[in-house]
């Protein structure tokens, strides 16, 4: 059984790395997989790739150190927690499972839960690999969208210049209501982080790559 065939992806991945952890603990990536609800890519390494050698270097060290946090006995690792922010991208939540395989080695799949923002940010080579990052930041949105302020709308329609009584009797659908949400309190949190993650590493390459106005260009060309 090979690494790449230990451990299979679920229709709730969006981006998986493929690690190889030898006996003697060194980690390579045999391949990665970036999936969209239409679409499916894979990349496999005809030669393991050390992590610091595939990814920028903030993302290859959080995984390095995720990975050297993984017991090597150990077969499941969550860490919800995991965040990574690179210019251009934000990378949230990590899932860990291993196998062991015939030759002692370990073919672990780290499952990242979420990113928002352009993969290829992740990588140091081949850009052209990327997929379209505003049908990734544009499918969070929706979801924060569907399920946090839908469901406030429908209690405001409700609560809206509503008499005492009116309100009385629909009590047991606001209960509901805010039930639901309550029930996935941490998961949208986990969203909206993200989004505001993206957004204000957004703005900040945006301020940092500012292009010089007039009366700056002024300056510039003339010295002063």
Known sequence: ????????????????????????????????????????????????????ELFVKELADALDSALRRFERDARILSMPDFRVQVPGLVLG????????????????????????GSIKSAFRFDHAMSLESSCVRERIAVEVLKDIVNPLLDILSIAK????????????????????????????SFYTGMLQRYIAGCREDAENNRLPGPAENRRLFSGH
Do not use: W
């Not at 981006?15 to 952890?21: D, I, N, Q």
């Not at 062991?100 to 990113?115: K, P, S, W």
């Open 93 to 116: 939540g990590l899932r860990l499972l291993s196998t062991r395989l015939e030759d002692g080695t370990d073919a672990i799949m780290v499952r990242v839960r979420e990113y928002v």
């Open 1 to 52: 059984m090979s690494a790449d065939h230990a451990l299979e992806t679920t229709e709730s991945d969006h981006f998986v790395v493929h690690v190889v952890r030898g006996k003697n603990a060194e980690i390579r990536v045999s391949s990665v997989e970036l999936m969209q609800p239409d679409m499916r890519n894979r990349y496999s390494f005809r030669t393991p790739r050390a992590l610091n």
């Open 161 to 188: 210049e509503a008499p005492p009584e009116v309100l009385r009797s629909n009590s047991d659908a606001l209960n509901r209501q805010l039930r639901r949400m309550g029930a996935r309190q941490e998961e949208l």
